[in-house]
Structures are given as C-alpha cells and as structure tokens.
Antibody, heavy 122, light 109 residues
C-alpha cells in the first residue's frame, strides 16, 4: 500500500529555516508530482507548491522568495525548505501526491501524509 | 481572506440532502477544474471530488460535484453522521497558484 511518510523539525525560532522531507513507500515516484500544503491553527488549507520527479517546480507566489523544493529520486523522497520563518509560518505541513495523466493536476491530491506540526516561537 | 469563498458552516439532519457552495471568479472556477476535500477532525484532507464532478474510487455516490459559471457545489445526499467534517473546495488560479476555499464545517444534527 502506497504511503507518504514525512518528518522534520517541529519547533523553530524566528528567522530559522523550516526543513521537511517526505518519503514515498511502495509505489511509483516518477509519473506523479509531489506537493506541500499547510494548515495554520484553526484555519484553512494553503497550497505551498509542488515539484515533479524531474525537479520542475511550481511555487505559491506569496512564499516563493523563501521557498526551495528538491527531490531525491534515488531515495523516492522530496523536501521542502522555507527560510526566515516567522510565527505566521506556524502550521501543520502536509506532503501529498498529485496525479499526472496527460499533464499534472496540482490539486488532484490523491494521497496525503499524516502531517507535521511546525511551531515557530522565540 | 480566501480567493474561493465558502460559507463557514452548514448543518443537516441524517438522511437529508445538503449542498455546500464555493464561489470564485473567471480566473479560477470559471476556467479550471474544481476539487473538493473532506477533512475529518485530526486527520489529513481526503480527496472527495476531482475534475469538478468525478469521484475517486471508494467515495460513495452520495457525494457529487458540479459547477456553473464561477461557482461550484458539493452535494451530499442521504446525510450520515460520519459526514460531519470540514469541506474545502479548490481550484487553480490562472497564472498564479492553486487556491483553496476557507472551508465549510458540516454539522450533522
């Protein structure tokens, strides 16, 4: 059964860099696009961005200047780095798989990780 | 404030048919597919509807999606207690980014 397992530091200080990794277990890594979505406490969902298995990226313009996504196909993993974090970046961060078939559909997110809670506090 | 607008809450009784709406613009809903997600308390979101009106395998046919102009709807027929959750619409916003609605919390009375 295909699973996404994610991990990373859960407590950061302002100005530090958030770093999360998501691993794909059992299943194809190529042929999909790999996404990050976050949810601030008590709030809705925010699309952060996505990266294809070949490394092509799409970023949310509001986060683009601080965002780096990367992929390691040898390990079936993809990663997120968000620099210069503030309290506004406190959220549950989810990794997810986007379906690709004749094109990739950024919001066709059919498989999700369990989420990682990231808190930014002095 | 979300680019896609949803009512914050909705409610219904078991067996009832309810509709959750999502309002956008010509840049998002009006020109792109709409997706719906269900998020149970403490869980990750789950894809409920893709390509505006398609259900992934395993999603009951009680759930249906539609679109008219710049608005989309999720309809749940035969409401059940386990449908109590938050529901989010989503669409690509042309030239910019993927966007989600603010979510609708459904209460089954």
């Amino acid at each position: 059964q295909v699973q996404l397992q994610q991990w990373g530091a859960g407590l950061l200080k302002p100005s530090e860099t958030l770093s999360l990794t998501c691993a794909v277990y059992v299943g194809s890594f190529s042929g999909y696009s790999w996404s990050w979505i976050r949810q601030s406490p008590g709030k809705g969902l925010e699309w952060i961005g996505e990266i294809s298995h070949s490394g092509d990226t799409k970023y949310n313009p509001s986060l683009k200047s601080r965002l780096t996504m990367s992929v390691d196909t040898s390990k079936n993993q993809f990663s997120l780095k968000l620099s210069s974090v503030t309290a506004a970046d406190t959220a549950v961060y989810y990794c997810a798989r986007a379906y690709c078939g004749g094109g990739c559909y950024s919001l066709f997110l059919d498989l999700w990780g369990k989420g990682t809670t990231v808190t930014v506090s002095p | 404030q979300s680019v896609l607008t949803q009512s914050p809450s909705a409610s219904g009784t078991p067996g009832q048919r309810i509709t959750i709406s999502c309002s956008g613009s010509s840049s998002n809903i009006g020109s792109n597919y709409v997706y719906w997600y269900q998020q149970l308390p403490g869980a990750a979101p789950k894809l409920l509807i893709y390509w505006t009106d398609q259900r992934p395998s395993g999603v009951p046919d009680r759930f249906s999606g539609s679109k008219s102009g710049t608005s989309a709807s999720l309809t749940i027929s035969g409401l059940r207690s386990e449908d109590e959750a938050d529901y989010y619409c989503a669409a690509w916003n042309d030239g910019l980014s993927a966007v989600f609605g603010g979510g609708t919390r459904l209460t089954v009375l």
